[in-house]
C-alpha cells in the first residue's frame, strides 16, 4: 500500500521560517505534491517536486529526496494569513489519483 | 471564470436514504475525483474518473456511487450502504490523470446524517 508521514501540528511566530516534514512509501513514485487549505475551506495546490531537489515560488519553497522519500514543505516570514493546513500528496502509479497525508495543521501567532 | 462547483453546500440526509452529490467544473479537464475529508483524517479518495465513461475505486469505495457520461460532470451518490457518511466532501479535477499541474477542488459539500 501507500502511505504518508506528517506531523500533525506545527506552531510558530509571524516572521519565522518553519519546515513541514514529508515521508512516504509507495510501490512507484510519480512526484510529491503540497496543498494549503485554510479551515473550512478547499484545498489549493502549492507545488510538486518529481526531480531532487528544491522547487521555490516566492516564499514557499518545497524540497525532494527521491533516494530517501523525504520531503519537506518550507514555509519563510511568516504571516498570520500562512494558518491553515498543508498536507503532502503523492502518485504512486502512472493513471491514478493523488494519496494525500493527514495534514499538518499550521499556526503562526502574532 | 473556470472554477469547479459543488452543490448543496451543506446536506441533511435521514438513515436509509441515498443521496447525490453534485459536481460540475468548466475548467475543460478530463480526471475528475471525489475525497472524503473527516477530522484528522485528512483527504481519503473515494472514485475517481480520468475519462468520460470510466471511473475506477480509490480506497474507500463501499457505499458509494459515481457516474461519468459527461467530461463536466462527476456525481457521487451516498447510498445507504455507507455506515458513516457524515463527513465533509470535496470533488477535484486536473487537466489530466497525472495532475502534475495540481488538482482544483470545489469548495465542497458537508453531509450530515441526522
Known amino acids: 500500500g501507500q502511505s504518508l508521514e506528517q506531523p500533525s501540528e506545527v506552531t510558530a511566530v509571524e516572521g519565522a521560517i518553519v519546515q513541514i516534514n514529508c515521508t512516504y512509501q509507495?510501490?512507484?513514485?510519480?512526484?510529491l505534491s503540497w496543498y494549503q487549505q485554510h479551515d473550512g475551506g478547499a484545498p489549493t495546490f502549492l507545488s510538486y517536486?518529481?526531480?531532487?531537489g528544491l522547487e521555490e515560488t516566492g516564499r514557499f519553497s518545497s524540497f525532494l529526496s527521491r533516494s530517501d522519500s523525504y520531503g519537506y514543505l518550507l514555509l519563510q516570514e511568516l504571516q498570520m494569513k500562512d494558518s491553515a493546513s498543508y498536507f503532502c500528496?503523492?502518485?504512486?502509479?502512472?493513471?491514478?489519483?493523488?494519496?494525500f497525508g493527514k495534514g499538518t495543521t499550521l499556526s503562526v501567532s502574532s | 471564470d473556470g472554477g469547479i462547483t459543488q452543490s448543496p453546500k451543506y446536506l441533511f440526509r435521514k438513515e436509509g436514504q441515498n443521496v447525490t452529490l453534485s459536481c460540475e467544473q468548466n475548467?475543460?479537464?478530463?480526471?475528475m475525483y471525489w475525497y472524503r475529508q473527516d477530522p484528522g483524517q485528512g483527504l481519503r479518495l473515494i472514485y475517481y474518473?480520468?475519462?468520460?465513461?470510466?471511473?475506477q475505486k480509490g480506497d474507500i469505495a463501499e457505499g458509494y456511487s459515481v457516474s461519468r457520461e459527461k467530461k463536466e460532470s462527476f456525481p457521487l451518490t451516498v447510498t445507504s450502504a455507507q455506515k458513516n457518511p457524515t463527513a465533509f466532501y470535496l470533488c477535484?479535477?486536473?487537466?489530466?490523470?497525472?495532475?502534475?499541474?495540481?488538482?482544483?477542488f470545489g469548495s465542497g459539500t458537508r453531509l450530515t446524517v441526522v
Open positions: 477535484a479535477s486536473s487537466i489530466s490523470g497525472t495532475g502534475d499541474y495540481g488538482y482544483t
Open positions: 509507495t510501490s512507484g513514485f510519480y512526484g
Open positions: 517536486n518529481a526531480l531532487d
Open positions: 500528496a503523492v502518485r504512486g502509479q502512472a493513471g491514478t489519483a493523488l494519496i
Open positions: 475548467l475543460n479537464h478530463d480526471a
Open positions: 474518473s480520468q475519462i468520460v465513461n470510466d471511473f
